[in-house]
């Protein structure tokens, strides 16, 4: 039952007035009588009484009924709060299901991979494939279709510990050449070989902070700019300049290194300083430890990083060749422009020095388009080991995770005494799949 | 009569006009939150160079040494678009090829993106190198965390 209160206050209002009425209707004639008057006082005094306790009723009963519907009114405004939490509520659920909808999709029953001991554990990797077509100097045509897998395997050992594993299964068949001067017939080695694998990288890493990290295991020698990058996906020219080629080269300096690595960066200001320092074997030479290391700078604003690298060691395990590297290089990477330089000197003991350079300017024409060019001079100080190679690429990136390329590369094998200059045409169409 | 039609044409267009030059554009604004008892300060320059370098991995501790948690937000979102282009300055592609050599060269991922301000809130509230972007309207409700800098974008 529901009162408004105006009519409460209206019936309060009658009651009262009947009430009073009442009283005065039944209140005694006018021509009292003496010996009456004492009778008719405690009659008048007891009707007023009886009045009196009719009126505390008809409080008593309005005031219940106020209560009443004060009771309904709080009724309503806690319904109307409580309904706020429920759709608080309501949106919070929603936001949780959804959470464990993400989560049981990368943990749950369609999982691809849990990790054992690791504290966090990525999969990825890429797979680069390229057709090549070289044409040389005596038009002898040779023809291979590469192909490589890579696993990459991140691990959080601890707080401090990371553990990073590239596992490599490839087909892979270096540019050689036939004739007996090496320059004019080409061939791809191993041709007919089947699928290798490799584990490229395999390193633990103890980080203490951002300029103290300790890295142990197979890592990449960090030289210069093309061979820190180094895979495939972060390479406009999957072919890498000619004094890292063949893997795992050991032209100037091997791609890869057994040992430790000390390595770390530092902020100054908007520059940045870093460097390595490693003691190290190289693949093929494990007896032997090779000491090296890079710093580079940084002017974060302008583009610019500069770095000066160095190796000493022993190329043989068998016989005395100590060597010495020293390089340099400059990396310019604003806007659209990235240009990569890099020159690298040896020292050898017992044979000439080698001479390695490269300039590689490139240009964004847009996001998904890069041009590239990439002129390349190597001189390994042999009879006949002075070649350039001159390098005109297009890269197209559909997608984030896919790298399209077609390159053209001409080397010229120098000509030397005795030695006539030779010509080859490379052509390559490549493709990169990151996941 | 021809006049008046003209004249009143030309008044409707030059109403509606000013009416478009005058209507305002939205601007959103975005908060960088962090834990609230990170205690790195600087101009708003230095705070965005800082977050930038945290998140893109460049650093991996705050000054001082407190281990850095970069969060990000749901990728596509508007909170995240935001993010990457007024904080980190860069264009999707740019940031793309930047996790993806980070990937290739020592196994780093991008930071975890997060859908719920809520959650997000909360991440940040509870570890103390943790940061991430939420809308400014949403700061006050982060319990534990405060906002580092502000920033808009139309």
């Known amino acids: 039952m529901k009162f408004n209160k105006s009519r409460i206050v209206t019936l309060r209002r009658l009651l009262l007035g009947a009430a009073v009425s009442g009283l005065v209707m039944s209140a005694p004639a006018t021509s009292l009588a003496d010996d009456n008057t004492d009778a008719h006082m405690a009659q008048m005094q007891r009707k007023l009484d009886a009045a009196m306790v009719a009126i505390q009723q008809l409080s008593s009963t309005v005031a219940e009924l106020q209560n009443e519907i004060a009771a309904q009114k709080s009724h309503k405004a806690n319904a109307s709060s409580n309904m706020g939490m429920m759709t608080e509520l309501d949106e919070r659920v929603e936001e949780l299901e959804d959470t464990v909808d993400t989560i049981d999709g990368r943990v749950g029953s369609r999982a691809v991979a849990n990790a054992f001991d690791a504290t966090k554990l990525d999969i990825g990797g890429f797979v680069d494939i390229a057709t090549t077509l070289a044409i040389g100097e005596d038009k002898t045509e040779a023809a291979f279709n590469r192909e490589v897998f890579e696993l990459l395997v991140k691990a959080k050992l601890g707080n401090a510990w990371d553990l990073f594993v590239a596992q490599a299964f490839i087909r892979n068949a270096p540019l050689k050449f036939s004739d007996p001067a090496g320059r004019r017939s080409p061939f791809f080695a191993n041709n007919n070989s089947p699928v290798v694998t490799d584990t490229v990288i395999a390193w633990a890493q103890y980080s203490k902070s951002d300029m103290f990290n300790v890295q142990f295991g197979r890592f990449i020698t960090p030289q210069g700019i093309i061979n820190i990058e180094h895979f495939p996906a972060n390479l406009l020219d999957p072919e890498q300049p000619q004094f890292l080629r063949p893997f795992p080269g050991q032209t100037i300096f091997a791609n890869f290194s057994d040992g430790l690595n000390v390595h770390g960066s530092k902020f100054v200001g908007n520059n940045k300083f870093s460097y390595n320092a490693y003691a190290a074997a190289w693949a093929g030479n494990s007896s032997n430890l090779n000491v090296g290391g890079r710093l580079a700078y940084s002017f974060v604003d302008a583009g610019l990083t500069f770095g000066l690298n160095g190796t000493y060691g022993d190329r043989s395990s068998s016989a005395d060749a100590n060597f010495a590297v020293l390089g340099a290089d400059v990396l310019f990477q604003k806007g659209r422009w990235i240009w990569k330089n890099e020159i690298f000197l040896t020292d050898e003991e017992g044979a000439p020095g080698k001479v390695a350079f490269y300039t590689m300017p490139a240009y964004k024409l847009s996001d998904k388009w890069t041009a590239f060019y990439r002129f390349d001079y190597l001189d390994t100080g042999l009879p006949g080991g002075e070649s350039v190679e001159n390098v005109l690429g297009l890269s197209f990136r559909p997608i984030f995770n896919t790298h399209l390329r077609g390159i053209y590369r001409w080397r010229r094998a120098k000509k030397d005494v005795g030695i006539p200059a030779a010509d080859t045409h490379v052509f390559q169409l490549s493709t990169t799949f990151n996941f | ?154």
């Open chain 2, 1 to 154: 009569m021809q006049n008046i039609f003209l004249k009143l044409v030309l008044a409707g267009a030059l109403v509606l006009l000013a009416f478009t030059l005058s209507t305002p554009t939205i601007a959103q604004e975005y908060a960088v939150m962090v834990n609230a008892q990170n205690g790195f300060s600087g101009d708003d320059n230095v705070k965005r160079t800082q977050i930038k370098r945290l998140y893109l991995k460049e650093q991996k501790n705050w000054p001082g040494g407190v281990e850095a948690i970069p969060f990000g937000r749901e990728e596509g979102s508007a909170a995240q678009q935001a993010f990457i282009q007024k904080v980190l300055g860069m264009t999707g592609t740019e940031l793309e090829a930047h996790w993806l050599k980070l990937k290739q060269m020592s196994g780093e991922t991008p930071p975890r993106g997060v859908g719920s301000a809520r959650i997000l809130a909360r991440q940040i509230g509870k570890k103390p190198g943790a940061f991430g972007v939420v809308q400014a309207s949403e700061a006050a409700a982060v319990e534990g965390g405060k906002v580092l800098f502000e920033f808009s974008i139309n």
